[in-house]
């Protein structure tokens, strides 16, 4: 049965990823992803398998307050299964008193009680893809992507294209982009074959040449512009269901659905990126087994056999000072917002050195690196810091940095120290409104979100997130720093001397 609902102001306003709020700040926007719904193209999409009915299996009505099951998967956290069970943190706790009141993230496979108050309208219970494989983390260690393209005929291994400062080709454009987003190269490669055929059918249809993933927009034509649409949106989804702010999907006519609570963030995610895209009958088969759950088993094997949980139980950060040199005041000037790209995740933070704040103008102060660690990979204006020192970014904690300036920029492979310099703050690197560095954490190639279950940490000060993207805070006992454009008083940061 398809529902049609008129959907309130109230509930429009917390839709994610279907309107972007842009700050105003000294911040920055990494892409140019623009959100909008499409209108479907039936033509756009390709399967492995023939359409088939899939039986829909439903949810019993629950009187408000029913004790349900639940088994705790990667990553999830007592405030996001609260928002999905339409419950509180205080209820699931009082029902559960075994779990420690300061718990971070839950330890999957942990069975817990949660009081449940029924929403209408909601989705499918069939899950596509373990969390771990939707993010560029452990489980894609010794995947060699330009490898796996290049053994197939189809055209995307011939097809290449400018990004990130230099021409990158099929199977290396794709790790560009699953490494600037943290996705899976494994479910974008699934994506593109699903969508184009890129793997299988030699010559991409001339009917998407300029739009191959049907998001008809100027600013994203050919493929590697609309593949960072599509991470971007897949973000949206993934992150925004995994900290409880997206509570609602609406399909490309209008019909609303509310995520199964049940249900895990990477299902969840490519549930928001097919409901821009489809009719209701193409996204109900793109998200069941004949779509791209078909796909992927088809190109990769059972995603469900043998995967690996990739966050902890009771997930803790790492000590962190704040970037810049000991002693030295900078400006808050962005609460948390995206870490890559625009919308979710709101893992990052933004400051500038006061002096050169509202200007894109040169700065001789030092951005510093948070931690010990090593530089595992630098871009332009980019450098990623790696704190088990491993090698990979795909493991452990990762701090991003970006904006950073050409000049005395740090080279891949160095070890670094807490406070020694990695580069000098610019407006390099992207959009930004002003010299500053934009800061963002992963844990096993997963953002964290800044105001989170596991807050982002600077010397004390913990990141609490604003009424909108970039108007956050800091908060260290009873002071409270507010992100500002203008470097205003309030704004204002000291660095620990040591």
């Known amino acids: 049965?398809?529902?049609?609902?008129?959907?309130?102001?109230?509930?429009?306003?917390?839709?994610?990823?279907?309107?972007?709020?842009?700050?105003?700040?000294?911040?920055?926007?990494?892409?140019?992803?623009?959100?909008?719904?499409?209108?479907?193209?039936?033509?756009?999409?390709?399967?492995?398998?023939?359409?088939?009915?899939?039986?829909?299996?439903?949810?019993?009505?629950?009187?408000?307050?029913?004790?349900?099951?639940?088994?705790?998967?990667?990553?999830?956290?007592?405030?996001?299964?609260?928002?999905?069970?339409?419950?509180?943190?205080?209820?699931?706790?009082?029902?559960?008193?075994?779990?420690?009141?300061?718990?971070?993230?839950?330890?999957?496979?942990?069975?817990?009680?949660?009081?449940?108050?029924?929403?209408?309208?909601?989705?499918?219970?069939?899950?596509?893809?373990?969390?771990?494989?939707?993010?560029?983390?452990p489980q894609q260690i010794g995947f060699d992507t330009a490898a796996f393209v290049n053994s197939y005929p189809g055209w995307l291994k011939n097809y290449s294209s400018f990004s990130g400062g230099a021409n990158r080709r099929g199977g290396d454009l794709i790790d560009y982009v699953a490494q600037t987003f943290s996705i899976s190269p494994r479910l974008l490669l699934a994506l593109a074959e699903y969508q184009t055929g890129a793997l299988t059918n030699p010559e991409l249809d001339p009917d998407k040449t300029l739009f191959p993933l049907g998001y008809k927009d100027q600013f994203h034509k050919g493929f590697y512009l609309q593949l960072v649409w599509a991470a971007n949106l897949l973000n949206n989804g993934y992150y925004g269901w995994r900290n409880g702010r997206l509570d609602t999907i609406t399909r490309s006519d209008g019909t609303m659905e509310v995520p199964d609570p049940w249900q895990n963030s990477a299902t969840v995610a490519l549930q928001h990126y097919f409901s821009h895209k489809l009719s209701p009958d193409e996204y109900r088969q793109a998200i069941y087994h004949e779509g791209i759950y078909q796909t992927y088993v088809t190109l990769f094997g059972d995603p469900w056999q043998n995967f690996q949980t990739h966050i902890p139980g009771n997930l803790q950060q790492e000590d962190l000072t704040l970037p810049f040199a000991a002693g030295k005041t900078w400006a808050l000037t962005g609460g948390p917002h995206a870490a890559w790209g625009e919308g979710e995740p709101y893992a990052a933070l933004d400051f500038a050195p006061p002096g050169v704040v509202g200007g894109c103008s040169n700065s001789s102060e030092f951005v510093t690196a948070v931690a010990d660690g090593q530089i595992v990979r630098t871009e332009p204006a980019v450098a990623l810091?790696?704190?088990?020192?491993?090698?990979?970014?795909?493991?452990?904690?990762?701090?991003?940095?970006?904006?950073?300036?050409?000049?005395?920029?740090?080279?891949?492979?160095?070890?670094?120290?807490?406070?020694?310099?990695?580069?000098?703050?610019?407006?390099?690197?992207?959009?930004?409104?002003?010299?500053h560095v934009h800061i963002a954490r992963k844990y096993n190639g997963e953002w964290v979100d800044a105001d989170s279950a596991v807050p982002f940490n600077l010397e004390g000060w913990v990141a609490k997130n604003g009424s909108e993207p970039y108007l956050g805070t800091l908060k260290r006992f009873s002071k409270t720093i507010t992100a500002s454009l203008s470097a205003s008083p309030s704004s204002l940061i000291t660095a620990e001397k040591k």
């Open 385 to 435: 810091l790696d704190l088990d020192q491993d090698g990979d970014e795909r493991t452990g904690w990762v701090i991003l940095y970006l904006h950073l300036g050409l000049n005395d920029m740090v080279r891949p492979g160095v070890l670094l120290k807490a406070g020694d310099p990695v580069g000098h703050p610019s407006c390099e690197g992207g959009t930004a409104t002003g010299t």
């Open 1 to 137: 049965m398809v529902y049609k609902v008129r959907i309130s102001k109230i509930v429009v306003n917390r839709i994610i990823g279907f309107s972007i709020s842009l700050g105003l700040l000294t911040g920055c926007v990494q892409t140019e992803v623009v959100l909008q719904s499409l209108t479907p193209d039936p033509a756009s999409f390709s399967t492995f398998a023939e359409p088939a009915p899939t039986p829909v299996p439903t949810r019993p009505v629950y009187e408000p307050g029913t004790l349900v099951d639940y088994t705790a998967q990667t990553g999830d956290s007592l405030t996001a299964l609260a928002a999905h069970f339409n419950t509180t943190v205080k209820e699931i706790l009082e029902v559960n008193p075994l779990i420690q009141k300061d718990i971070t993230t839950l330890q999957a496979g942990l069975v817990l009680k949660i009081p449940i108050y029924y929403k209408a309208l909601w989705g499918s219970q069939f899950q596509i893809l373990p969390d771990s494989l939707f993010i560029n983390g």
